[in-house]
């Protein structure tokens, strides 16, 4: 049976969008093919010239991953989390229901289950808002509109023995407050989410799939940026 990739990461590019709370990344070239000409390097009829980016940025920034430390003073730092926490069997909940800065509530994720055909049961649960696609031209709605899970629906996933989900946007939380309710409860539980994920949609109706989103491995890492991707059968 063929495998169909599909990308679930966002391109990190100089000064893009990033959470209220956390500096844009700098992305600039650092040494190019033209300037790289003047070191006399490689042979007279074959010239070797290089290219190399300069990347200075926070951990948590694009597609990426919260560490159990970025919460939690005692909690483990990215390099030293289990790697099957980033990777496993995964659904794609269907909430597109759910508009800017509104609530994901326990009802919204039985009805979702339900659709989708899949028992959570352990699996990394993505939630589709259709957020990224709907406020893809609006960089401040990317920062200040996201949706919210609730600390119901986060108990719900919890008790299903899902330890990871992902979410579209630059939180978990929404940005219209600074309660942080759903990190805070994700602290206590011991779990964890992905944050800014995007093309979600291709997901949807596909029922189980494999889902990957490994970490950089930073020593004491609050977070990683990741390369998510899904492997769906086909």
Wanted: glycine share 10%; proline share 5%.
């Amino acid at each position: 049976m063929a495998r169909r990739i599909v990308d679930l990461s966002l391109t990190i590019e100089d000064n893009m969008p990033a959470h209220k709370l956390f500096q844009s990344p700098v992305y600039l070239k650092a040494l190019s093919h033209e300037s790289t000409a003047a070191l006399g390097l490689g042979v007279p009829d074959d010239a070797m010239t290089f290219q190399t980016n300069f990347i200075g940025m926070l951990d948590h920034v694009g597609t990426h991953v919260d560490a159990f430390l970025h919460v939690n003073p005692k909690g483990a730092p990215v390099d030293e989390m289990p790697l099957d926490l980033f990777m496993g069997k995964s659904v794609c909940l269907d909430l597109r229901h759910i508009g800017n800065l509104e609530d994901i509530t326990v009802e919204h994720m039985e009805a979702a289950e339900q659709k989708a055909g899949v028992k959570v049961d352990g699996h990394i649960v993505l939630l589709c808002t259709g957020f990224h696609n709907r406020n893809l031209n609006d960089p401040k709605a990317l920062v200040w509109g996201n949706p919210g899970l609730t600390t119901g629906a986060t108990q719900w996933l919890f008790d299903r023995g899902s330890k990871m989900h992902g979410v579209e946007g630059p939180s978990t939380d929404k940005p219209s407050d600074n309660i942080f309710a759903q990190h805070r409860l994700c602290r206590d539980l011991g779990i964890s989410h992905f944050e800014w994920l995007v093309n979600l949609e291709e997901l949807l109706g596909k029922g189980e799939f494999e889902f990957i989103g490994l970490p950089i491995k930073f020593k004491g890492g609050s977070g990683s940026p990741v390369r998510a991707v899904a492997l769906l059968d086909e």
